[in-house]
């Protein structure tokens, strides 16, 4: 079989499929997770969540769905803690994660499931998914999109002053439990893919990557569910690839090449931050008074290689922090 | 002070407010008529917030009643006619945005779910935008912005909302002079238009000009409510009457009591 083969197997179609809308979903609810700096959030209802597909293993009933409860109250939990404590409130959540996981695992042990069945919930699998799957995931992703586009306005003034919303008259609380519950739903859409312990990664990454060339929010949410989608299905291929020779869980591919492109546009960020710095028009100064240079043994004009900026009637050179324009014989600080 | 209007933008009847069990605010009467732009000084923790929060409905009142426009605050809903400006928030959050993008949030109150923004929308938040100044900013990133002119885009935010009502919790603090005459060349416009302003401010400055009446804050009481005042003067204000029980120095206005413990077991008595 070669590597062409692997896209006429019906699992891999399956897996294909759940990763896109995953790359779609994930960095969705995550850009307002980074906008409200709760980056983190995500690691935690994704470790709370596999206690729920613990409890699926051990009654038989599909994990995908009491994944999705658990994860939901785990958010919900979460979220309450988060609104009452402060410095208690980071422990608490603390102690969420740890429980989660270590739930999981125990009720994982107890249903008589192997570390290797949870192991694909863990890190992600390429030939667990069911066409049951596939349509719970197409449903949850159409779910989150509608929710988080739709409500775009309202969750991006909750999220960035949730203060200026409620005098607003929005329903603070309410809009933070739907976040909550919206990244435990994706969570739960992401788990067959990248796998409950890395998918916060798909949540925060791909906001990291766009958030290097985007000014706006709505270009750093296109950007992010973008590289998102680059991510989980380039991932997904690129384990499938590699599986001829080793097993890898696309779980890793995925988020590893999702950091390949963040440190890839890493410098093209840097670029671009300094050129919209230099681009920037100097802000309107009142006539400062008249500042000659002392000595300057460079001589500015069209190919000195500085670069000239225009300044209301003539021109300025910008180097090693000053800004000259000639005056007569000498340069002029400006 | 004896309520006159009783719908006016805002009334405070007796208003007390606890926060953590302590008394903040105790027994603040404040009236702000249509169209009066009213200064509130005082000195830091003097209780200013505190009472910007109450009329805002973001902390409760647990004595007296706060009306906006006539109506209980329990029950008033027409939040859109509220702006507010809050004391120190950056204007930039985890994810890059726009100027733009932030002052539009602030017609977050007047768009209905699920619906594109509309012309209004438009036209409310380049309007509000150019009274700023910020018109050549808007694509700007609020993060390369200075922080004087990052407290105009909050302010700007509030105005997008076309509210009747303005209250601003000191958005001149650590803003440079040019700054400050922007502020209160933008103030002054909307003074024109009819709102009404309730400004928390250390320092007054270019704003001299606008100031109807100045409310001076004291531990939590209002100490002064009359014709403007500058800050030096505000600071020398002294109390309108002495309380005998605190002994020199003290601050604590309840005599007697040591803690919100001490507090709610005298209460129950
Ligand atoms: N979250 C809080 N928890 C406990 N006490 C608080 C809290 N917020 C305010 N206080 C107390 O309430 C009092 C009034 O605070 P407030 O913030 O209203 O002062 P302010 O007049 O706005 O001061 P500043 O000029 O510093 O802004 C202070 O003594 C402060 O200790
Ligand atoms: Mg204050
Ligand atoms: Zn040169
Ligand atoms: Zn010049
Ligand atoms: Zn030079
Ligand atoms: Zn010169």
């Known amino acids: 079989m070669t590597f062409w083969d692997l896209f006429s197997l019906g699992f891999m179609q399956r897996a294909l499929i759940a990763a896109l809308l995953t790359g779609l979903a994930a960095p969705a609810i995550g850009t307002f997770l980074v906008q409200r700096r709760l980056a983190l959030l995500g690691d935690g209802i994704g470790h709370v969540a596999v206690t729920g597909v613990a409890i699926g293993l051990l009654t038989g009933t599909s994990p995908t769905w009491t994944a999705v409860v658990v994860a939901v109250l785990g958010a919900v939990l979460m979220e309450l803690i988060r609104e009452r404590g402060h410095t208690n409130g980071d422990v608490a959540l603390a102690l969420l994660f740890y429980g989660g996981l270590a739930g999981g695992v125990l009720i994982t042990g107890i249903a008589g499931e192997g570390a290797a069945t949870l192991q694909a919930f863990l890190f992600g699998s ?51 439990l739907l976040i909550a519950v919206l990244a435990a739903v994706s969570i739960t859409v992401a788990m067959r893919t990248v ?30 569910m973008l590289v998102g989608c680059v991510a989980a299905v380039g991932g997904l291929v690129l384990s499938a690839a590699l599986s001829f020779r080793v097993t890898v869980a696309p779980g890793p591919t995925i988020v590893l090449l999702a950091l390949a492109m963040f440190t890839a546009t890493w410098p093209l960020g840097v670029w671009l931050r300094r050129r919209s710095r230099l681009m920037a028009p100097f802000p309107e100064v009142t006539a400062t008074p008249h500042r000659s240079t002392v000595e300057h043994p460079h001589e500015h004009g069209e190919a000195c290689g500085h670069p000239a900026v225009p300044h209301g009637d003539h021109v300025d050179y910008v180097h090693d922090g000053h800004r000259h324009a000639v005056h007569g014989e000498h340069y002029d600080e400006h | 002070m004896t309520t006159s209007d009783p719908s006016a933008p805002v009334v405070l009847d007796q208003v007390s407010v606890p926060i953590g069990g302590r008394p903040v605010l105790r027994d603040v009467d404040l009236t702000v008529r249509s169209g009066e732009v009213v200064t509130l000084l005082g000195p830091n923790g003097s209780g200013k917030s505190t009472l910007v929060r109450a009329v805002t409905g973001l902390l409760p009142h647990t004595r007296g009643t706060v009306r906006l426009f006539g109506t209980p605050i329990e029950q008033f809903r027409d939040w859109p006619r509220l702006g507010f400006v809050p004391q120190r928030s950056s204007a930039a959050g985890g994810v890059p945005a726009t100027v733009r993008e932030v002052v539009a949030s602030g017609r977050v109150g007047r768009r209905r779910l699920l619906r594109p923004s509309g012309a209004a929308d438009r036209v409310a938040v380049e309007s509000a935008l150019e009274v700023v100044g910020l018109v050549d900013r808007a694509s700007y990133g609020v993060s390369q912005l200075s922080g004087g002119q990052q407290q105009r885009v909050l302010i700007a935010r509030a105005l997008a909302g076309e509210p009747d009502l303005l209250v601003l919790d000191e958005p001149t603090a650590g803003v440079d002079l040019p700054n400050q005459q922007a502020l209160a060349d933008a103030l002054g416009r909307l003074k024109a238009r009819g709102a009404t302003i309730l400004l928390v401010a250390h320092e007054i400055g270019p704003m001299m000009p606008l100031i109807d009446r100045s409310v001076v804050m004291r531990d939590g009481r209002v100490a002064y409510d009359g014709p ?42």
Not at chain 1, 130 to 153: K, Q
Not at chain 1, 200 to 222: C, D, G, H, I
Not at chain 2, 229 to 235: D, I, N, R
Request: overall charge neutral; hydrophobic content about 45%; cysteine-free.
């Open chain 1, 126 to 176: 390429l030939n667990a998914i069911s066409v049951g799957d596939v349509w719970s995931t197409i449903v949850l992703t159409v779910v989150v999109l509608t929710v988080t586009l739709g409500l775009l306005p309202q969750l991006f003034a909750v999220a960035s002053d949730p203060d200026f919303a409620r005098v607003a008259g929005l329903r603070v609380r309410t809009y933070n």
């Open chain 1, 195 to 224: 796998g409950l312990l890395l998918v916060s990664a798909l949540m925060v990454v791909p906001v990291a990557t766009s958030q290097q060339v985007a000014r706006s929010f709505r270009t750093t949410l296109a950007g992010a």
């Open chain 2, 228 to 269: 403007p005042l500058t800050q030096e003067v505000a600071s020398h204000t002294h109390h309108a009457h002495d309380h005998p029980a605190d002994g020199p120095g003290s601050h604590d206005h309840v005599p007697h009591v040591a803690s919100p413990l001490d507090f709610e077991r005298r209460n129950r008595s």
